[in-house]
């Protein structure tokens, strides 16, 4: 405004100062000479000029100069349209007298542009002279530019802004301070049903309805907690967006406020997403992880959560933990096949769960057997849902391609008290008591109790069992060795490889107080490689510097039904620098009985490999002597039972020289075990046994002892035995 004003006086003045010239000249009164008029055209910042009436220069002042940026001289050589730009030129009109033409326009300057308003005036009476006046607008420009830049500025980002929250994933909303709706991107369209047009200016609770999952009823939106606290809120668990249409998302959701750089309040924004089918998959997976798949039922882990619940409890008494074990299902599943042993599996899950409560929890804790709690349930209550559930299971004709199968089920119940807080404590009590019930006839209802002798002694396995887990992994094991000793002067040593444990307490435990228990849990094949590492990979340089040993190795028969076996000991054997040669493998007479096709490839497999073979325990049964024209065996050891008493029972020693009789017969060499009494020796030497085995020879001692004596070469080159 300032330098409008300042124009347009210096335009008035030397518009006064014209038409007072004019009358002095006219009257030839003079007011105000040629020096005054000079001096107001020098002195005003307003640039000026005289142009004849076809727009030539005439005169101009120093404001004028200063704006064209160049000297008059330079000034004149240009004709006045040629210093601006040639679109706003060519709108240029030269006025009449008594007429004016003002705009805005560009005026060439320093290589570009400049803004300025320019005003032609016709002077009356000046002969069709022109004034021309100029006042630079640059300024006024570069402001209306820079807001004009600011702004588009703040609509690209706005734009890109919008354009961000309509592509993410999540859904947006804002709000005023007054919560209500400013904003919604595509998203929150989706899943409010509202479009944004309509929901603006709307209440959040209106467009953004939450509603409880259990009641459905609506709840406060997390805009206003954020709106009054001032702080970031999440939605409560439980809550569900309802949707226009009335559909249910589940949704995880938090509501911030907004504050401008001043710390005003300026409303809230809501950002949240639709997890409906996350929360179901992660229903299903969490469903998966605590149920059978087979079943539907309970899985282990997941009754065992349960179990740890109830122990957990106040007032847990009166509640019972059942173990159920399927009788003759085992049939089932190896002659009708493992489809048909699925489909039995499931129609019993349906019959017991037909026999129980709502509340109680049923679960398939793997193969045939199955878990239920039976909830706050006095034992004899217990008792009598269990017999009811063995009569519904033995009741089920199984129909399988065109065979009927029926089975059974053993039970034991375990009472959760006030002395049972540990759950492994409560399975193996269970587990003890059905398999009690299995042991005393199937189809039986056993409840566990600390003074029953058979449960006690099969809790005391279980625990050993478990215990033989933890000892494996601390190498509380400790190898053996006792002297099998040739009647034959010169023949070579053996030694027979015995296993003792290693108790937390530092006692030696024999092998009848855990061998048992390893052999009832499927421990023995562990325990079986945990021997023959240390024999052939830990110790295997040192017994082979013993020249002359050789050792014979007990296998059990789960280790002989363990396809991975052979390849598990030809790994070994071409490891250790101990000779197969010295190696011979022990297995019972019970043990060839009993799994006659698996051992037959098993033992020709070890002869192959240049390893020997030992029955042990022959003649338990008595009915071996077919056995021995299947089977390729090296020694035959007599069971101790007819040694022991040999000086004292005919029989006995009628017994011992027929099985010496016919192994030699089928070049088997034999060995008496349980040698005790010095005075056997002649008695066997003369009935024709090869090897004799006892405490009369040699008394189990551990390995590094054998290692200390240094035996070396002096190994076999004992004096005869007389």
């Not at 006025?95 to 003002?102: A, H, L, V, Y």
């Not at 919560?179 to 919604?184: A, E, L, Q, S």
């Not at 047009?197 to 997390?222: I, N």
């Not at 280790?559 to 040669?581: I, S």
Request: proline letters at 3%; one cysteine or more.
């Amino acid at each position: 405004m300032g330098i409008w004003l300042a124009a347009a006086i210096a335009a008035g003045a030397l518009l006064l100062f014209l038409r007072y010239r004019h009358a002095r000249n006219a009257s030839q009164q003079p007011i105000c000479d040629d020096d005054c008029y000079r001096l107001a055209m020098n002195h005003t910042g307003v640039g000026m000029a005289m142009l004849t009436a076809d727009g030539q220069w005439q005169e101009c002042n120093p404001a004028m100069s200063r704006l064209c940026g160049m000297p008059p001289e330079r000034l004149y050589q240009h004709t006045f349209t040629d210093l601006f730009h040639a679109e706003d030129a060519a709108l240029f009109s030269l006025p009449q007298e008594g007429q004016s033409f003002s705009r805005e326009v560009r005026l060439r300057r320093d290589g570009g542009w400049h803004w300025v308003r320019l005003s032609l005036t016709g002077i009356e009476g000046g002969k069709g002279c022109l004034l021309m006046e100029m006042a630079s607008t640059q300024r006024s420009h570069d402001v209306e530019a820079d807001l004009l830049q600011k702004q588009d500025h703040l609509a690209c980002e706005s734009e890109q802004l919008r354009v961000t929250l309509d592509a993410i994933a999540d859904a947006v909303l804002a709000t005023d301070e007054a919560g209500r709706i400013t904003f919604m991107n595509p998203v929150a369209e989706s899943l409010t049903g509202w479009k944004e047009q309509d929901a603006v200016g709307r209440p959040v609770e209106e467009v953004f309805k939450l509603v409880d999952d259990s009641s459905g009823e609506t709840q406060v939106s997390p805009v206003s907690a954020a709106l009054q606290g001032l702080q970031v809120c999440f939605l409560r668990d439980g809550n569900r967006l309802r949707s226009r249409d009335g559909t249910l998302y589940e949704i995880q959701d938090s509501a911030s406020p907004l504050r401008a750089d001043d710390g005003r309040l300026m409303g809230a924004v809501v950002v949240f997403r639709d997890i409906t089918s996350n929360r179901a998959m992660q229903e299903a997976l969490d469903f998966q992880a605590t149920h059978d798949a087979l079943t539907g039922l309970t899985n282990r882990h997941g009754f065992e959560i349960a179990l740890q619940q109830s122990l957990s409890e106040e007032g847990r008494e009166g509640s019972i933990l059942c173990f159920i074990n399927l009788d003759r299902f085992k049939v089932v599943n190896d002659t009708a096949g493992h489809v048909a042993g699925d489909a039995l599996l499931r129609e019993c899950a349906g019959v017991i769960g037909h026999q129980i409560r709502d509340d109680d929890v049923l679960a398939r804790l793997g193969g045939d057997e199955f878990g239920l709690l039976l909830r706050h349930c006095p034992v004899e209550r217990a008792r009598y849902i269990a017999e009811r559930l063995i009569d519904a299971l033995d009741a089920i004709r199984f129909n399988w391609e065109e065979a009927v199968y029926s089975i059974g089920a053993s039970v034991g119940l375990v009472e959760l008290g006030d002395g049972l807080t540990s759950l492994e404590d409560a399975m193996s009590r269970a587990d003890v008591a059905c398999y009690t019930a299995k042991q005393q006839g199937r189809g039986l209802v056993v409840v566990y109790s600390a003074e029953d002798s058979d449960t006690s002694r099969r809790h005391m396995e279980l625990q050993m069992a478990a215990s033989l887990r933890e000892s494996l992994e601390a190498d509380r094991f400790e190898l053996y060795v006792q002297e099998i000793r040739a009647l034959a002067e010169g023949d070579a040593g053996h030694f027979e490889v015995l296993l003792r444990l290693r108790g937390r307490d530092g006692d030696v435990i024999s092998p009848a107080a855990f061998i048992p228990a390893a052999e009832r849990y499927q421990m023995m094949p562990h325990i079986d490689r945990w021997v023959l590492r240390q024999l052939l990979q830990v110790r295997g340089e040192e017994l082979a510097a013993l020249t002359g040993l050789n050792l014979a190795i007990n296998l059990s028969a789960t280790t002989l039904d363990d396809p991975g076996f052979p390849d598990y000991l030809a790994g070994l054997l071409q490891e250790t620098p101990l000779a197969a040669e010295r190696l011979t493998f022990e297995i019972t007479e019970t043990t060839v009985v009993n799994q006659m096709g698996s051992v037959s490839e098993v033992l020709i497999w070890l002869r192959e490999q240049g390893c020997k073979v030992a029955l042990d325990d022959f003649g338990s049964g008595f009915s071996s002597f077919n056995y021995l024209k299947h089977f390729k065996v090296d020694y035959l050891k007599i069971d101790g039972s007819f040694v022991r008493n040999l000086m004292r029972s005919s029989v006995d020693h009628t017994i011992v020289e027929s099985i010496n009789e016919v192994a030699h017969r089928l070049n088997i060499k034999t060995v008496a075990e349980f040698v005790e009494d010095m005075s056997l020796i002649p008695l066997l030497k003369d009935t024709g046994v090869d090897y004799v085995q006892g405490y009369a020879i040699g008394r189990p001692e551990p390995l590094d002892t054998l290692f200390k004596r240094h035996l070396g070469a002096a190994l076999g080159a004992h004096p005869p035995l007389h």
